[in-house]
């Protein structure tokens, strides 16, 4: 196979399953606080604190209910920096937004933006694969496994990732001071690829959290067609 692969036609909709899936997100419902986050919103867990445009819109729409306060202060803060009162706070404000059917759509929006981006991210990343890594860039499966990477890790800082990729080994720094090299052998494949993960921090420091992660996601692709 020596073209590089493309974007997949069924990608969009099977990340869109294995996100659900993995993030746990009821459609249009603030999930549960998470003391780790901030507060998330949504069927992918969109994360207030890290995603700034999220946050300005809400505080906009809160201005336009008159609701008073410093709504993007406090949609900023992780979880675990606010007190009880402000976490109560939030989930009212959240609540009252997603009722309304302007705030449904306006989060609608939102996770619209989230899979274009990061399907412009998976695009580029299999752009640059090694010939090994091929086959796994051009499969559905592979590309949701990468779709789901990047809404985790974020688009941006993928200079591991795209090394990993393009066939070369890739160093984890550890906390005890020593280091951790991964690589693959042969064709690149899920079982390979969630190594990478496994080996990052995030993969390191809640290694129970990631392994469910990858059983919500085969399970979300059961039932997508094999010969993708």
Not at 11 to 28: K, M, S, T
Not at 143 to 155: A, I, K, P, S
């Amino acid at each position: 196979m020596d073209q590089k692969p493309r974007l997949h036609p069924l990608f969009v909709r099977w990340l869109d399953r294995a996100l659900i899936a993995a993030e746990g997100g009821p459609a249009g419902a603030a999930l549960p606080l998470n003391a780790a986050s901030g507060v998330s919103l949504g069927r992918f867990q969109l994360d207030l604190a890290q995603q700034a445009g999220l946050r300005g819109e809400l505080a906009r729409f809160a201005r336009s209910c008159l609701i008073p306060g410093d709504i993007d202060g406090l949609f900023a803060k992780r979880v675990a920096a606010m007190t009880p009162s402000e976490r109560e706070r939030a989930r009212r404000l959240v609540d009252r937004l997603l009722a309304e059917p302007a705030g449904a759509a306006w989060l609608a929006r939102f996770e619209r933006a989230m899979l274009v981006r990061v399907g412009l991210g998976v695009r580029r990343l299999i752009a640059g694969v090694g010939q090994a890594a091929v086959p796994f860039a051009a499969s559905l499966r592979g590309q949701v496994e990468l779709g789901c990477h990047l809404h985790q890790f974020g688009t941006g800082r993928t200079e591991r990732l795209v090394t990993f990729l393009a066939g070369a080994p890739v160093t984890f720094e550890l906390a005890d001071g020593t280091a951790r090299q991964v690589g693959f052998r042969g064709a690149l494949d899920v079982a390979q690829f969630r190594e990478f993960r496994r080996a990052t921090r995030w993969g390191r420091e809640n290694p129970r959290a990631n392994e469910s992660r990858h059983a919500r996601i085969d399970y979300a692709l059961r039932a997508a067609p094999a010969w993708a």
